[in-house]
T-cell receptor, first 113, second 114 residues
Framework: GNSVTQMEGPVTLSEEAFLTINCTYTATGYPSLFWYVQYPGEGLQLLLKATKADDKGSNKGFEATYRKETTSFHLEKGSVQVSDSAVYFCALSDGAGSYQLTFGKGTKLSVIP | DADVTQTPRNRITKTGKRIMLECSQTKGHDRMYWYRQDPGLGLRLIYYSFDVKDINKGEISDGYSVSRQAQAKFSLSLESAIPNQTALYFC?????????????FGPGTRLTVL
């Protein structure tokens, strides 16, 4: 079956530090990959996505590249802000028309001034 | 107004009680989902529905039931609540015509079973 493994948290960074959250996956076929973000007290919001190998998703300064050869989709940001403090979830959907998102366990990021 | 709404936002109930969580959406999407979130476990799928007449079990459906009353409404019921159903519950929707399954989430319902 499908699975997503992301780095354990929590992660604490100082403002303007570089962020990497690792995500690897196991899936049949050609999955689409997502990063969702959950701010305190809120639901999940799509942060970025990539639908095929070598695609780079980007949004709000965050980036992730779909690496089929390493089955990875690591999230990066060059300079984090306090407002980026949230829980980040890596997820996959296994091909067109599929019904289910498979989520990683989430990584809590705290950014301190 | 939010595209996906959930009621109630918070609920405390007792063991053995029946409880219903409701989800409504204005996005016009065909597909709707119910997930639960537990600390350290991510989100797990309870039930999903492709349209009003199509209901499917997800990964952890035991102890839950659902009703798709209309395209825009999808309710989750706990017939006899137990403490290990204490969790954060999310409803989500997606568009059947999409080429990938981007899902849009409601704000969540925090359920506590005493």
């Amino acid at each position: 079956g499908n699975s997503v493994t992301q780095m354990e948290g929590p992660v604490t960074l100082s403002e303007e530090a570089f962020l990497t959250i690792n995500c690897t996956y196991t899936a049949t076929g050609y999955p689409s990959l997502f990063w969702y973000v959950q701010y305190p007290g809120e639901g999940l919001q799509l942060l970025l996505k990539a639908t095929k190998a070598d695609d780079k998703g980007s949004n709000k300064g965050f980036e992730a590249t779909y690496r089929k050869e390493t089955t990875s989709f690591h999230l990066e940001k060059g300079s984090v802000q306090v407002s980026d403090s949230a829980v980040y979830f890596c997820a996959l959907s296994d091909g067109a028309g599929s019904y289910q998102l498979t989520f990683g366990k989430g990584t809590k990021l705290s950014v301190i001034p | 107004d939010a595209d996906v709404t959930q009621t109630p936002r918070n609920r405390i109930t007792k063991t053995g009680k029946r409880i219903m969580l409701e989800c409504s959406q204005t996005k016009g999407h065909d597909r709707m989902y119910w997930y639960r979130q537990d600390p350290g476990l991510g989100l797990r799928l309870i039930y999903y529905s492709f349209d009003v007449k199509d209901i499917n079990k997800g990964e952890i459906s035991d102890g839950y039931s659902v009703s798709r009353q209309a395209q825009a409404k999808f309710s989750l019921s706990l017939e006899s609540a137990i403490p290990n159903q204490t969790a954060l519950y999310f409803c989500a929707t997606s568009d059947f015509s999409g080429t990938y399954n981007e899902q849009f989430f409601g704000p969540g319902t925090r359920l506590t079973v005493l």
